[in-house]
């Protein structure tokens, strides 16, 4: 049996599982959620493998509150207020990453912002307390499907992929955190979530703007030209020229002298996925005219990674589907 009942002994147990980076469901005041280690980019690959996310939407963070927010990421004067205002509690902030941020990559989606919240729910609370980790968590369900709030659906969804589903009851609110995005002064909402639109409004002292009814609103971690490294990409390479660089994967990867990567010399998706956003990076900061990257499968992780390069090849061609949560 996945699920557990919250309880000491399982909340230490479910640490030590994030800690070993293995993933675990646990239940927050929104809906539960599937999460990992934060600083661990192969355990955050073994979420959406679980998942099996058509494609890498960045996670959110969950932290005990400011002072573990401000070792990730850059949090102004704007960003407190919100967070003094309403953490603990179902609201995530998009903010800058800081320079060096231990978080990995994979969990932005390669993007340099990152989502953070601090969940109200004991047990969620609990298990951060203990863990002493960031953890890295989507709702627990597959990909487009609705989020779990009770144990049961979380086990429905998933089975026994987490190691454990920690059961604490039904969720308190049933609905996703309120995502904004703080860049600066501005204020952008990215979700519409628990957290009400005129509470944070109030805070603010001034409106947000509001999706036009009906529309999506979509995530700027979903708009094609934030994947896009400066260098060119050449996919479906079968080598690599003089001035190029090479992301390989599997275990027939070409001979070549250039700055080279393989994301899995075993051809393991998701170790592939771990590697993914850190390997782009560091070539793309390699200095070469282009990185030519070989072909990966396309079932499992690699729809996934394969949306992710042919967005990064050819960032203003591939429309941006306006896709919810
Ligand atoms: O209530 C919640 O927020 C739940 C519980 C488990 O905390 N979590 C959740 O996570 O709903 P998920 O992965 O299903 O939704 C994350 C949302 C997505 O809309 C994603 O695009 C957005 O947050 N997001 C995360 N990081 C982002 C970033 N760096 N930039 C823009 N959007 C981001
Ligand atoms: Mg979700």
């Known amino acids: 049996m996945t699920i557990v009942a919250a309880t000491k002994e399982s909340i230490d147990r479910a640490a030590k599982a994030l800690a070993k980076g293995e993933i675990v469901a646990f239940p927050t005041e929104t809906v539960y959620g599937l999460g990992a280690n934060a600083l661990n980019a192969a355990a955050v690959a073994k979420v959406f493998a679980a998942k099996d996310r058509p494609r890498f939407n960045p996670l959110i963070v969950h932290v005990l509150g400011?002072?573990?927010a401000e070792a990730y990421a850059a949090v102004n004067d704007t960003a407190r207020k919100l967070i003094h205002a309403f953490w603990p509690g179902p609201l995530s902030l998009v903010l800058p990453r800081?320079?060096?941020?231990?978080?990995?990559?994979?969990?932005?989606?390669?993007?340099?912002?990152i989502a953070l919240r601090a969940p109200s729910n004991r047990i969620a609370r609990a298990l951060l307390e203990v863990a002493k980790l960031p953890i890295a968590a989507p709702s627990a369900n597959r990909s487009g499907r609705i989020s779990p709030t009770i144990a049961a659906h979380v086990e429905a969804e998933l089975g026994s992929l987490p190691a454990m589903i920690l059961d604490g009851g039904p969720c308190a609110l049933g609905l996703e955190s309120t995502v904004l995005g703080v860049d600066g002064d501005d204020v952008t909402l990215l979700r519409l979530g628990a957290l009400p639109l005129e509470e944070i409004e109030t805070v603010l002292g001034r409106k947000l703007a509001r999706p036009e009814p009906g529309s999506h609103v979509s995530s700027p971690g979903q708009l094609a030209t934030h994947y896009a490294p400066s260098t060119p990409l050449h996919l479906d390479a079968r080598s690599a020229k003089r001035g190029e660089a090479l992301l390989a994967f599997g275990p027939h990867a070409p001979e070549?002298?250039?700055?080279?990567?393989?994301?899995?010399?075993r051809g393991d998706l998701v170790e592939a996925a771990?590697?993914?956003?850190?390997?782009?990076?560091?070539?793309?900061?390699a200095g070469v005219e282009t990185i030519a990257v070989m072909p990966i499968p396309a079932h499992g992780l690699g729809e996934a990674l394969n949306d992710r390069l042919k967005r990064a090849s050819s960032p203003a061609t591939i429309p941006v589907s306006a896709e919810l949560p």
Request: glycine content about 8%; aromatic content about 8%.
């Open 66 to 68: 400011e002072e573990e």
């Open 98 to 113: 800081k320079s060096g941020c231990a978080i990995a990559d994979l969990v932005s989606a390669g993007l340099d912002t």
């Open 256 to 265: 070549f002298a250039g700055p080279t990567i393989n994301l899995s010399p």
């Open 274 to 285: 771990a590697n993914f956003f850190a390997a782009l990076r560091t070539l793309d900061a």
